[in-house]
């Protein structure tokens, strides 16, 4: 699959610790999400993106929740996040979606 705006944006946004920068870089990735899954929705073939987008969706919950302590997030389940984990040791998206 050849790699969409999105994941590049995504890709990117993977290594950023300053929070100002990453909670940007968290809407650009979202409202390119947002688009790319609007275009996919009438390709029939899009389902393996589609997939990724929704696998990227989940982990951009976790920064946002974990990593930038987004308020109103807790409802979502934690089953990938460790409770015990160290500032230092924060839970990051899987960068090969």
Not at 40 to 46: H, I, R, S, V, Y
Not at 64 to 87: H, M, Y
Request: hydrophobic letters at 40%; proline letters at 7%; glycine letters at 4%.
């Amino acid at each position: 699959m050849e790699h969409s705006r999105w994941q590049q944006q995504y890709e990117a946004l993977l290594p950023e610790v300053d929070p100002q920068k990453l909670t940007a870089l968290v809407e650009e990735v979202e409202t390119a999400m947002f688009f790319r899954f609007q275009e996919l929705t009438t390709n029939p073939d899009g389902h393996v993106e589609r997939h990724a987008l929704a696998e990227a969706a989940n982990s951009l919950l976790v920064v946002k929740r974990e990593i930038l302590g987004f308020p109103g997030l807790e409802f979502i389940d934690q089953k990938e996040v460790q409770a015990d984990s160290e500032p230092d040791q924060r839970v990051r998206p899987n960068p090969d979606l």
